[in-house]
């Protein structure tokens, strides 16, 4: 067993969609229970939302108003729906959630707090968005599976670009929701926003473990799921939910997953703080 780090210099969080709501639970419970005052923090797809509601003091607001969206929700699919982006509704329903969580209060205690980037991602140029997207979300599945480490590259090469946006200069322009929007785009099932004139795809699939910039210090990683090949580097510290979370990445009809993936999340972080990290996560 490995010591839990008490107040990291830096946060990082990982994406994972709904699976995130694993770390608001870990979060809850590390914030009660000692100083969490990190100099830097990134996050990556849902992380980034994850990371603006810990940084504004939103966490459990962000939980209610998630599951109170779902509440009316069964199905996945409605090609029929009116008033929303694709064939899903994913995409409004998130951007609504998000629209109301990080309002004004909110962003104002992110431009005032520690340093925050947010990865986004750009498709390649020479297609069509919606489709490049498709291609760079192919190549970041094969990675997961054939490589399935939180770091990745496949996409990289084959035209995905990346971008660290600072945060909080998004929440002084007023431009914060819009970016952690940006920050979590599935292709083909969701439409690519633009960001700085750009269209964007989900900033995971260039990395789900992005650190910051600099990066000095102390880190804590918060991943969303297990992986077989998670780098052994001094000064950072990865950890994972204990077993697979009851909340699907997409699935927006189960607010109850959403709420036991939250309890996962403190269940796991009293664990390691009464027992330690395990040596393999």
Not at 49 to 68: I, K, N, Q, T
Request: contains cysteine; charged residues 25%.
């Amino acid at each position: 067993m490995r010591p839990l780090p008490r107040n990291p210099r830096q946060l990082v969080f990982s994406g994972g969609g709904l699976r995130c709501f694993w770390q608001g639970g870990v979060m809850d419970v590390l914030c009660r229970n000692g100083t969490m005052a990190p100099e830097r923090v990134t996050g990556v797809s849902g992380g980034a939302l994850a990371a603006a509601s810990f940084l504004s003091g939103g966490e459990e607001r962000l939980l209610d108003e998630m599951c109170r969206a779902f509440e009316d929700q069964d199905t996945n699919v409605d090609p029929f729906a009116k008033n929303q982006t694709g064939i899903t509704p994913h995409q409004e329903i998130y951007c609504e959630v998000v629209s109301r969580v990080i309002d004004a209060q909110a962003a104002e205690k992110v431009a005032q707090g520690p340093a925050f980037q947010i990865l986004i991602a750009h498709p390649p140029r020479r297609l069509p968005p919606k489709m490049s997207g498709a291609m760079m979300a192919a190549a970041y599945e094969a990675e997961l599976k054939v490589v399935n480490a939180p770091h990745f590259d496949w996409a990289e090469k084959m035209g995905l670009e990346y971008t660290l946006v600072d945060a909080r200069q998004a929440a002084r322009d007023g431009k914060l929701v819009d970016l952690v929007c940006a920050a979590a785009v599935i292709p083909p099932v969701f439409e690519p926003p633009l960001w700085d004139g750009r269209p964007t795809v989900d900033g995971g699939m260039a990395d789900q473990a992005p650190m910051p910039r600099p990066d000095e210090g102390d880190t804590l990683i918060l991943l969303t799921r297990r992986y077989r090949n998670v780098p052994r580097i001094e000064g950072r510290t990865y950890v994972a939910p204990s077993d697979e979370t009851e909340a699907d990445k997409i699935d927006f009809t189960a607010p109850e997953k959403l709420r036991a993936t939250w309890a996962q999340g403190q269940e796991d972080a009293r664990r390691w703080l009464e027992e330690g990290l395990p040596d393999e996560i």
